[in-house]
């Protein structure tokens, strides 16, 4: 006979472990520290993980990490806007696939890149507002590609 | 008989090339294109022989000696009959097989002709191509010239000679589509008998052309986000600040403004902003329905946020008692891309409308005047010297929508950059066709902006590091590797490989109380002791004497059904 135990395995079920899934809180401290697509990925788990992946905390911490200051105020601000989930999809994760990859975890970087998405993430905001279909960031769907050839007649004739 | 010829085989095939579309119909007409000619019912029969004639070459490739031999009794078969050649192929090498004695033309000559023809087709094509992009341009210039001389019979002939070059060209994309727009204006110019103005369409249109421009290159995205940063800064330290648009369209500039003023460490000022923007022809108070969606945007992020509407067809009918700027709050203007309509022309007498407007805009005491204009010489009087830089200028324009395009995904995009094109078509048909006071368009170079500033008694402000890596950072999220931001004198550019296109700069007046502070290089600031003004910058009494006696009937400032005072108590 065992007794049930939410926190603390006892003694005698060092057999059984401790589930992850048990804890959903500690499972939200941890997937916190993930980048965003492994939390895409961490998304489809399984349906615990799904809903835990939803949470704006773990979205939050990752917008905000190497980032300082001003937390609780900038949260208000970007769940009014709509979330940090949603700004990483539209926005965040956009501007932090192009940056070239050396750069992607200089503090530096990702405090403008979060300023950044935020102004764009709010013209959002204020176009779905409008209820007009909502187009600013569709540039952001765009692949870049640096290798894009021009012929050379043109850039012959536009040559001052 | 030697090798088969190159030139015969090269007249031959382009001979046998443009005959194909008026052929006998049963001609295959792809092809053709590619220069062969076979017949449709022959295809199949065509397509198993060189199968077979595959498998024997790479059968028989260790024999090229028999490759190297041709018989001195070769007869040539053009090759773009590819029934008959493919049967004399097969006769050759896999003797076998029941055909004419027909020998083919030397493996060489054959090879070369056979593989490179198609890509010495396009490479033609491609010179031609670019013979007819540099004609066309020598035809605008000889035209414009016409037209500055007043030969108007010449001009008339070039265009006609230029609109049937267009028909070779393709217009889909460079030289051909801009030249296209140009032809288009010169028509206009030329043989439209009212004047241009007459049929450059309502402000609602403009308003629709200006978003899918915003939508579909980054200028003025850059122009925006380079404004905000300069006026934020500016703010950095006040509680209640003023912010005058000179031209609101659909306010995108502001929600960044209203969010970062959110974020701000210290916590938000109370903000107003005014807007100044056409009166609406319907009825319909747009201005006003902009103000109601900025107001609920900044109370969801609880700013304090005031709107108000002032409507006027032209900045030199706006008043400074219209914007009711209260003492004590630190104020901003804001002008993306309208100034340069204040301007007449350079050889005309007496005071431009930019100088009564820049000296009310000093008269304000604004903390900041954020400048974007379009980084051209448009406003030269003589008309050959302005299509010239015109052309040049949104011939580079027009180039950098095209990249955008063709890496673009969706349909909606794909529109957005079509209609953007209307929008730089409308402005290439008023630098083109308007003369004097109706021609609107009259860009000025950044240099000459900064020179009027000065004289105007304005000071101009660093725009700063932060502003400039905003820029850059921007840049990298749109396609097209030709986008280069660089700072000049505290401004920013923004142009298309090395070709500065649009210029953002910011000024104060230079009679300020406080002393000159440092230009802080960080977002987060010291703070910055506010030296209140104590007295209203406004003459409030030249302003009324002015009231009573003038008609001010092209501007309403829409105060009875427009304001929108939504002041939230925090």
């Known amino acids: 006979m065992e007794t049930q135990c939410d926190d603390v395995p006892l003694e005698h079920d060092k057999g059984k472990g401790f589930s992850i899934n048990d804890n959903a809180d500690l499972l939200a401290e941890i997937l916190s520290r993930l980048d965003g697509r492994s939390l895409g990925v961490a998304a489809c788990v399984c349906r615990l993980w799904s809903g835990v992946c939803r949470r704006d905390t773990v979205w939050e911490a990752l917008c905000t990490r190497h980032v300082s200051g001003g937390a609780a105020a900038a949260r208000a601000v970007v769940a009014a806007l709509g979330g940090y989930r949603r700004l990483y999809r539209l926005c965040m994760g956009p501007v932090l696939e192009r940056l070239p990859p050396a750069r992607r975890d200089e503090a530096a970087h990702l405090s403008l890149s979060l300023s950044l998405s935020l102004s764009l993430f709010s013209i959002d905001c204020y176009e779905r507002l409008g209820g007009r279909q909502r187009s600013s960031l569709l540039f952001l769907r765009n692949t870049v590609d640096p290798l894009v050839r021009r012929s050379m007649a043109r850039k012959v004739i536009y040559r001052r | 008989m030697g090798p088969y010829p190159c030139g015969s085989a090269a007249t031959g095939w382009e001979g046998g090339r443009s005959e194909a579309p008026c052929a006998a119909p049963e001609i295959d007409g792809l092809l053709a294109g590619a220069g062969y000619r076979v017949r449709s019912s022959d295809l199949c029969h065509v397509a198993q022989r060189l199968e077979r004639l595959e498998s024997a070459m790479v059968g028989s490739s260790g024999n090229h000696v028999d490759f190297a031999h041709p018989a001195s009794d070769a007869v040539h078969y053009n090759p773009s009959d590819l029934a008959a050649w493919v049967d004399s192929m097969l006769s050759e090498l896999a003797p076998a097989d029941p055909g004419p004695a027909r020998h083919a033309p030397a493996p060489d000559a054959w090879e070369d002709q056979i593989y490179s023809q198609p890509q ?330 900064r020179a009027r500033m000065i004289r105007a008694g304005l000071r101009p402000v660093h725009l700063g590091s932060n502003a400039f890596k905003q820029a850059r950072m921007l840049l990298t999220l749109f396609s097209g590797e030709g986008y280069c931001v660089e700072e000049v004198d505290g401004c920013l550019t923004l142009g298309w490989h090395s070709r500065p296109l649009i210029a953002a700069s910011a000024w104060r007046a230079d009679d300020f109380d406080e002393d000159a502070r440092p230009i802080p290089d960080n977002f987060i600031f010291n703070s910055i002791s506010n030296t209140n003004e104590s007295n209203s910058s406004i003459n409030n009494n030249a302003a009324m004497l002015r009231r009573r006696n003038s008609n001010n009937n092209n501007s309403r400032s829409s105060d009875s059904s427009s304001q929108q005072e939504s002041i939230h108590g925090m």
């Open chain 2, 120 to 449: 010495r087709a396009v490479a033609a094509r491609m010179e031609e191509e670019e013979d007819s992009g540099i004609r066309l341009v020598h035809l605008l210039m000889s035209s414009a010239d016409a037209i500055q001389r007043g030969d108007v019979a010449l001009a008339g002939s070039l265009i006609d000679e230029m609109r049937l070059l267009l028909t070779r060209v393709n217009t889909g994309f460079g030289i051909g589509k801009v030249a296209g727009y140009f032809v288009d204006a010169l028509t206009r110019r030329l043989f439209s008998a009212s004047s241009a103005a007459a049929a450059s369409g309502s402000p609602a249109e403009y308003e629709i052309l200006y978003h899918h421009f915003y939508e579909a290159s980054p200028y003025l995205k850059f122009a925006h986000f380079t404004a905000n940063q300069a006026i934020l800064e500016a703010f950095e330290g006040h509680d209640r600040v003023h912010v005058i648009d000179f031209s609101l369209m659909h306010g995108l500039q502001w929600p960044a403004l209203i969010q970062a003023l959110a974020l701000r460490p210290g916590g938000p000022p109370a903000l107003r902003l005014t807007g100044i923007g056409p009166p609406s022809p319907d009825g319909r108070d747009s201005l006003r329905e902009i103000g109601l969606r900025l107001a609920e945007l900044a109370r969801s992020v609880r700013v304090r946020f005031a709107f108000r509407g002032v409507a006027a067809n032209r900045l030199d009918d706006v008043r400074p008692w219209m914007l009711q700027v209260a003492p004590g709050e630190a104020v901003a203007v804001n002008s993306v891309m309208q100034l340069h309509r204040l301007l007449s022309d350079p050889d005309s007498p007496g005071p431009a409308p930019i100088d009564s407007v820049l000296a009310w805009i000093r008269g304000l005491r604004p903390k900041i005047i954020t400048v974007v204009e379009q980084e051209a010489d448009h406003n030269k009087p003589g008309f050959l010297d302005r299509f010239t830089e015109a052309l040049f200028y949104y011939s580079t324009v027009f180039d950098s929508l095209e990249a955008g395009r063709a890496s673009c995904s969706g349909a909606q995009q794909q529109q957005s950059t079509a209609v953007a094109e209307v929008y730089l078509q409308r402005e290439i048909r008023d630098i083109v066709c308007c003369e004097g006071p109706d021609r609107a368009e009259r860009h000025e170079p950044l240099m000459r902006w």
